[in-house]
Protein backbone atom coordinates (compact mmCIF):
# COMPACT_ATOMS: atom_id res chain seq x y z
CA UNK A 1 0.00 0.00 0.00
CA UNK A 2 2.92 2.53 0.51
CA UNK A 3 4.52 1.75 -2.51
CA UNK A 4 1.49 2.46 -4.65
CA UNK A 5 0.88 5.96 -1.84
CA UNK A 6 4.50 7.13 -3.07
CA UNK A 7 4.00 6.05 -6.72
CA UNK A 8 0.53 8.29 -6.33
CA UNK A 9 2.52 11.08 -4.52
CA UNK A 10 5.61 11.05 -7.28
CA UNK A 11 3.06 11.54 -10.48
CA UNK A 12 1.40 13.96 -8.43
CA UNK A 13 4.27 15.93 -7.89
CA UNK A 14 6.10 15.26 -11.32
CA UNK A 15 2.78 17.04 -13.02
CA UNK A 16 3.29 20.10 -10.64
CA UNK A 17 0.49 19.64 -8.34
CA UNK A 18 -1.87 19.84 -10.78
CA UNK A 19 -3.59 16.66 -11.52
CA UNK A 20 -6.43 15.30 -10.70
CA UNK A 21 -7.55 11.85 -9.62
CA UNK A 22 -8.22 11.15 -13.68
CA UNK A 23 -5.05 11.91 -14.81
CA UNK A 24 -2.90 10.70 -11.81
CA UNK A 25 -5.30 7.08 -12.76
CA UNK A 26 -4.55 7.45 -16.38
CA UNK A 27 -0.73 8.10 -16.01
CA UNK A 28 -0.96 4.67 -13.29
CA UNK A 29 -2.51 2.72 -16.17
CA UNK A 30 0.24 4.01 -18.48
CA UNK A 31 2.92 2.41 -15.98
CA UNK A 32 0.83 -0.70 -16.25
CA UNK A 33 -0.73 -0.34 -12.65
CA UNK A 34 -4.44 -1.83 -12.69
CA UNK A 35 -6.39 0.63 -10.34
CA UNK A 36 -9.76 2.36 -10.21
CA UNK A 37 -10.66 6.34 -9.53
CA UNK A 38 -12.64 5.63 -6.52
CA UNK A 39 -8.60 4.18 -5.37
CA UNK A 40 -6.66 6.85 -6.59
CA UNK A 41 -9.63 9.09 -5.18
CA UNK A 42 -9.14 7.84 -1.50
CA UNK A 43 -5.32 7.55 -1.29
CA UNK A 44 -5.14 11.16 -2.80
CA UNK A 45 -7.20 11.98 0.39
CA UNK A 46 -4.83 10.05 2.77
CA UNK A 47 -2.12 11.71 1.63
CA UNK A 48 -3.58 15.43 1.40
CA UNK A 49 -2.81 15.82 -2.52
CA UNK A 50 -5.07 18.36 -3.18
CA UNK A 51 -4.36 19.80 -6.90
CA UNK A 52 -4.10 23.48 -7.73
CA UNK A 53 -7.68 25.54 -8.54
CA UNK A 54 -8.71 27.58 -11.43
CA UNK A 55 -9.53 31.68 -11.25
CA UNK A 56 -10.84 33.34 -13.86
CA UNK A 57 -8.75 35.86 -15.75
CA UNK A 58 -9.95 39.58 -17.10
CA UNK A 59 -10.56 39.95 -20.66
CA UNK A 60 -7.33 41.96 -22.25
CA UNK A 61 -8.32 42.51 -25.59
CA UNK A 62 -10.42 46.01 -26.53
CA UNK A 63 -13.29 45.10 -28.98
CA UNK A 64 -14.29 48.74 -28.76
CA UNK A 65 -13.06 49.65 -32.45
CA UNK A 66 -14.36 50.80 -35.87
CA UNK A 67 -11.63 47.96 -37.62
CA UNK A 68 -13.40 46.22 -40.06
CA UNK A 69 -13.79 42.18 -38.73
CA UNK A 70 -13.27 38.97 -40.47
CA UNK A 71 -16.36 35.89 -40.66
CA UNK A 72 -16.63 33.55 -38.05
CA UNK A 73 -15.47 30.57 -39.97
CA UNK A 74 -15.46 28.20 -36.82
CA UNK A 75 -19.31 28.69 -35.86
CA UNK A 76 -20.64 26.15 -37.83
CA UNK A 77 -18.08 23.26 -36.26
CA UNK A 78 -14.49 23.61 -37.90
CA UNK A 79 -13.63 19.96 -37.23
CA UNK A 80 -9.66 19.86 -37.02
CA UNK A 81 -8.60 16.74 -38.73
CA UNK A 82 -4.55 17.54 -38.76
CA UNK A 83 -1.69 20.02 -37.52
CA UNK A 84 -1.61 23.69 -38.96
CA UNK A 85 -4.79 23.74 -40.39
CA UNK A 86 -6.16 26.16 -37.63
CA UNK A 87 -4.55 28.14 -34.90
CA UNK A 88 -6.28 29.78 -31.98
CA UNK A 89 -4.73 33.08 -30.53
CA UNK A 90 -5.01 35.66 -27.71
CA UNK A 91 -3.12 37.02 -24.85
CA UNK A 92 -3.27 37.49 -21.69
CA UNK A 93 -1.31 39.00 -18.65
CA UNK A 94 1.27 38.64 -15.79
CA UNK A 95 2.34 40.87 -13.20
CA UNK A 96 5.71 41.20 -12.19
CA UNK A 97 7.11 43.83 -10.32
CA UNK A 98 8.64 45.74 -13.19
CA UNK A 99 5.03 46.32 -14.63
CA UNK A 100 2.75 44.44 -16.33
CA UNK A 101 3.91 41.25 -19.57
CA UNK A 102 1.37 40.26 -21.95
CA UNK A 103 1.53 37.30 -23.34
CA UNK A 104 -0.05 36.27 -26.95
CA UNK A 105 -0.08 32.53 -28.03
CA UNK A 106 -0.90 30.88 -30.99
CA UNK A 107 -2.31 27.19 -30.12
CA UNK A 108 -2.88 24.50 -32.72
CA UNK A 109 -6.86 23.25 -32.33
CA UNK A 110 -5.98 20.05 -33.66
CA UNK A 111 -3.45 19.12 -30.65
CA UNK A 112 -3.66 21.64 -28.40
CA UNK A 113 -0.10 22.48 -28.68
CA UNK A 114 1.49 26.26 -28.50
CA UNK A 115 3.00 26.36 -31.62
CA UNK A 116 4.06 30.58 -31.15
CA UNK A 117 4.50 32.84 -28.81
CA UNK A 118 5.91 36.14 -27.91
CA UNK A 119 5.75 38.85 -24.70
CA UNK A 120 6.15 42.48 -24.50
CA UNK A 121 5.21 45.10 -22.25
CA UNK A 122 2.94 46.24 -24.44
CA UNK A 123 -0.21 44.33 -25.77
CA UNK A 124 -0.53 45.72 -29.58
CA UNK A 125 -0.64 44.29 -32.97
CA UNK A 126 3.02 44.10 -33.10
CA UNK A 127 3.08 41.38 -30.32
CA UNK A 128 0.56 39.57 -32.06
CA UNK A 129 2.26 39.54 -34.85
CA UNK A 130 5.69 38.76 -33.31
CA UNK A 131 4.11 35.46 -31.94
CA UNK A 132 2.41 34.53 -35.24
CA UNK A 133 5.45 35.31 -36.98
CA UNK A 134 7.56 32.66 -34.92
CA UNK A 135 4.60 29.90 -35.24
CA UNK A 136 4.95 30.14 -38.87
CA UNK A 137 8.71 29.82 -38.25
CA UNK A 138 8.13 26.89 -36.05
CA UNK A 139 5.67 25.44 -38.51
CA UNK A 140 5.88 26.38 -41.88
CA UNK A 141 2.19 25.98 -42.23
CA UNK A 142 0.31 25.85 -45.61
CA UNK A 143 -1.44 28.31 -47.92
CA UNK A 144 -4.75 28.39 -46.06
CA UNK A 145 -4.25 28.07 -42.79
CA UNK A 146 -7.19 29.75 -40.55
CA UNK A 147 -6.06 32.11 -37.25
CA UNK A 148 -8.89 32.11 -35.28
CA UNK A 149 -9.10 35.32 -32.44
CA UNK A 150 -11.75 37.28 -30.54
CA UNK A 151 -12.57 40.70 -32.29
CA UNK A 152 -9.79 42.85 -30.08
CA UNK A 153 -8.69 45.49 -32.34
CA UNK A 154 -4.70 44.25 -32.40
CA UNK A 155 -6.45 41.54 -34.80
CA UNK A 156 -8.35 44.44 -36.70
CA UNK A 157 -5.69 46.28 -36.94
CA UNK A 158 -4.36 47.11 -40.60
CA UNK A 159 -0.90 45.75 -39.86
CA UNK A 160 -1.53 42.40 -38.69
CA UNK A 161 -4.41 41.27 -41.39
CA UNK A 162 -2.00 42.67 -44.22
CA UNK A 163 0.48 40.14 -42.58
CA UNK A 164 -1.75 37.37 -42.32
CA UNK A 165 -2.66 38.32 -46.32
CA UNK A 166 0.89 38.02 -47.07
CA UNK A 167 1.16 34.96 -46.24
CA UNK A 168 -1.70 33.35 -47.09
CA UNK A 169 -3.72 33.09 -43.74
CA UNK A 170 -7.01 33.53 -43.52
CA UNK A 171 -8.45 35.41 -40.31
CA UNK A 172 -11.41 33.81 -38.23
CA UNK A 173 -13.31 35.90 -35.60
CA UNK A 174 -15.86 35.28 -33.08
CA UNK A 175 -18.76 37.32 -31.59
CA UNK A 176 -18.16 40.24 -29.00
CA UNK A 177 -18.94 38.62 -25.64
CA UNK A 178 -18.94 35.34 -26.75
CA UNK A 179 -15.63 32.54 -25.38
CA UNK A 180 -16.80 29.60 -27.19
CA UNK A 181 -14.95 29.45 -30.44
CA UNK A 182 -11.74 30.36 -28.16
CA UNK A 183 -12.71 28.48 -25.30
CA UNK A 184 -9.36 25.83 -25.96
CA UNK A 185 -7.32 29.11 -25.52
CA UNK A 186 -8.96 30.31 -22.77
CA UNK A 187 -8.63 27.13 -20.77
CA UNK A 188 -4.82 27.30 -21.72
CA UNK A 189 -4.83 30.73 -19.98
CA UNK A 190 -6.79 29.33 -17.15
CA UNK A 191 -4.41 26.68 -16.77
CA UNK A 192 -1.13 28.93 -17.10
CA UNK A 193 -2.82 31.12 -14.24
CA UNK A 194 -3.43 27.90 -12.06
CA UNK A 195 -0.51 26.17 -12.70
CA UNK A 196 2.29 29.03 -12.60
CA UNK A 197 1.33 32.46 -12.31
CA UNK A 198 -1.21 32.32 -8.69
CA UNK A 199 1.27 32.21 -5.96
CA UNK A 200 4.47 33.32 -7.58
CA UNK A 201 5.93 36.50 -7.51
CA UNK A 202 8.04 37.73 -10.31
CA UNK A 203 10.64 40.39 -9.37
CA UNK A 204 11.33 41.28 -13.44
CA UNK A 205 9.86 41.10 -16.68
CA UNK A 206 13.20 38.22 -17.71
CA UNK A 207 11.96 35.95 -14.69
CA UNK A 208 8.47 35.89 -15.52
CA UNK A 209 10.00 35.13 -19.40
CA UNK A 210 12.20 31.99 -18.50
CA UNK A 211 9.42 30.37 -15.99
CA UNK A 212 6.51 30.89 -18.95
CA UNK A 213 9.27 29.29 -21.62
CA UNK A 214 9.80 26.01 -19.75
CA UNK A 215 6.18 25.65 -18.72
CA UNK A 216 5.37 26.14 -22.59
CA UNK A 217 7.99 24.08 -23.93
CA UNK A 218 9.45 21.56 -21.28
CA UNK A 219 5.80 20.64 -19.73
CA UNK A 220 2.73 22.02 -21.36
CA UNK A 221 3.75 21.10 -25.21
CA UNK A 222 5.86 17.78 -23.96
CA UNK A 223 3.98 16.37 -20.90
CA UNK A 224 0.83 17.85 -19.23
CA UNK A 225 -1.41 15.34 -20.16
CA UNK A 226 -5.08 15.92 -21.96
CA UNK A 227 -7.99 14.42 -21.43
CA UNK A 228 -9.53 15.64 -25.00
CA UNK A 229 -6.23 14.01 -26.36
CA UNK A 230 -6.55 10.54 -24.79
CA UNK A 231 -4.77 11.45 -21.67
CA UNK A 232 -0.93 12.05 -24.06
CA UNK A 233 0.84 15.28 -24.72
CA UNK A 234 0.47 17.51 -27.57
CA UNK A 235 3.99 16.73 -29.02
CA UNK A 236 2.81 13.04 -28.51
CA UNK A 237 -0.74 13.24 -30.23
CA UNK A 238 0.85 15.25 -33.41
CA UNK A 239 4.00 12.38 -33.49
CA UNK A 240 1.17 9.48 -33.58
CA UNK A 241 -0.35 11.19 -37.06
CA UNK A 242 3.07 11.73 -38.42
Excluded at 110 to 131: M, P, Y
Excluded at 181 to 188: K, R, V
Aim: glycine letters at 6%; aromatic letters at 10%.
Amino acid sequence: MQDLKNIVRTVFVNSRQTYGKRRIRQALVQQGKIIGLERVSKLMKEEKLVPKTFKKFKQTTDSNHHHSVAPNRLENGFKVTAPNKVWSTDFTYIRTDEGWLYLCIYLDLFSRKVVGWATSNRINANLAIAALDAAIGRRNPPQGLVTHSDRGSQFCSHAYRKFCAGRGIEQSMGKTGSAYDNAITETFFSTLKKELIHGTRFTTREEAIAAIFEHIEVFYNRIRMHSSLGFVSPVVHEARVA
